[in-house]
Structure formats: structure tokens, C-alpha cells
T-cell receptor, first 114, second 113 residues
Framework: SQTIHQWPATLVQPVGSPLSLECTVE??????LYWYRQAAGRGLQLLFY??????ISSEVPQNLSASRPQDRQFILSSKKLLLSDSGFYLC?????????????FGQGTRLTVV | SQQGEEDPQALSIQEGENATMNCSYK?????LQWYRQNSGRGLVHLIL?????REKHSGRLRVTLDTSKKSSSLLITASRAADTASYFC?????????????FGKGTLLTVNP
């Protein structure tokens, strides 16, 4: 069966420090991968999605970047965190083929920038 | 940008009552999905309805889709305290080979025992 791992669960980082959040998927090949951010009491904002290794699409301009060095690995990074980067970050995957597929989410990372 | 908009933003009901949440969207879609999120956790998929379907059932869940009005509703019957969570609609859109899900802001449902 397919599983998705996302870590760490919580993170407190000072302003100006770098960030690296990792997400890996098991049990499937060539998934679509997504990074979402959820601000407190808000909906999910799509940050990045990837349809293959090295292929990253950015949905909104921001202080963050994403990379997909391996088929089932998706990394969210920042060189210098801002206070506004605080939030709940969720990684998700869906099947590559097919137009009617659901997304499977990790348990999220609560990032607090202080 | 946000595609779906849920209504109401918050809903409080008594156990045993039905809960209805609505979702409106703006552009054409391949499907519409509903997800549930317990506080501080990831989202869990509940049900998917395709653009050529009008109604779908899954256990105590009933989803309708009106593509002419660009709206959907989620009905939870005979609610339980364990149904307390945030519920999100998401629209599935494809552009070439890129398939992505766009979420609304959610409805916070509280079921009081």
C-alpha cells in the first residue's frame, strides 16, 4: 500500500535561518507531488507541484523553493525564513495518470518562525 | 488562487442532526472532492464526484454537484461528535499533463454531544 512520510512534525526556526522540509512517498511510482501551506484558520494554498523528477511548478511568488531530486522525494526549502513563512505545511501526492484522482496527505509540519 | 469557497465558514449542530455544507467554484473542473481535516492533522479524502455526475453517496455522506451553478453540497446525516472537523472542497483541474487540486477555505463543523 502507498504511504507518505513528512517530517519534522513541528519546527521552530529563527528569522533568517534556512529551511528544509522533506516528504517521501512509498508504494507508488511517478506520483504527482504537492506542497500546500495552511495559515491559521485558512484554507490550503498550493505552493508547488511536480509531475516528475526535476519538474517544479510554482503557484505563488514567495520566499520558498521546491526540489524533486528523486521520483518519490519532494523537498521544500528556504535560504532565509521570514516571519510570514509560519504556517502548517502539507505534502501530498496523487496518481500521475488520470483526471479523477484523489490526493493523499502527509500529517503536516507546523513551522513557527520566531 | 482559491478556487472553491465553502459556506458556511462554521457550523455547530447537535448530535443526530444533519449537517449541510456548500461549495462554489469559478472555473470548469474535471471533478470536485471533499476532504476532512481533524485539528492539526493532514487531510483525509472523503468522496469524489466527477463533472458528469450529479449525486453520489458514501455511507452517511451525500454529495451533489451542479455544474451549471458551479456549486456542490456535502450532507452528513445523523451526525456524531466524531464528525467534528474542518471540511474542505477541492476542485480537480487539468491543463495538459498537469493535474492539480485547488482547495477552498473550509467549513469548521462542531457536533455537540
Amino acid at each position: 500500500s502507498q504511504t507518505i512520510h513528512q517530517w519534522p512534525a513541528t519546527l521552530v526556526q529563527p528569522v533568517g535561518s534556512p529551511l528544509s522540509l522533506e516528504c517521501t512517498v512509498e508504494g507508488t511510482s511517478n506520483p504527482n507531488l504537492y506542497w500546500y501551506r495552511q495559515a491559521a484558520g485558512r484554507g490550503l494554498q498550493l505552493l508547488f507541484y511536480s509531475v516528475g523528477i526535476g519538474q517544479i511548478s510554482s503557484e505563488v511568488p514567495q520566499n520558498l523553493s521546491a526540489s524533486r531530486p528523486q521520483d518519490r522525494q519532494f523537498i521544500l526549502s528556504s535560504k532565509k525564513l521570514l516571519l510570514s513563512d509560519s504556517g502548517f505545511y502539507l505534502c501530498a501526492w496523487s496518481l500521475f495518470l488520470g483526471l479523477n484522482t484523489e490526493a493523499f496527505f502527509g500529517q503536516g509540519t507546523r513551522l513557527t518562525v520566531v | 488562487s482559491q478556487q472553491g469557497e465553502e459556506d458556511p465558514q462554521a457550523l455547530s449542530i447537535q448530535e443526530g442532526e444533519n449537517a449541510t455544507m456548500n461549495c462554489s467554484y469559478k472555473t470548469s473542473i474535471n471533478n470536485l472532492q471533499w476532504y476532512r481535516q481533524n485539528s492539526g492533522r493532514g487531510l483525509v479524502h472523503l468522496i469524489l464526484i466527477r463533472s458528469n455526475e450529479r449525486e453520489k453517496h458514501s455511507g452517511r455522506l451525500r454529495v451533489t454537484l451542479d455544474t451549471s451553478k458551479k456549486s456542490s453540497s456535502l450532507l452528513i446525516t445523523a451526525s456524531r461528535a466524531a464528525d467534528t472537523a474542518s471540511y474542505f472542497c477541492a476542485t480537480g483541474n487539468s491543463g495538459g499533463s498537469n493535474y492539480k487540486l485547488t482547495f477552498g477555505k473550509g467549513t469548521l463543523l462542531t457536533v455537540n454531544p
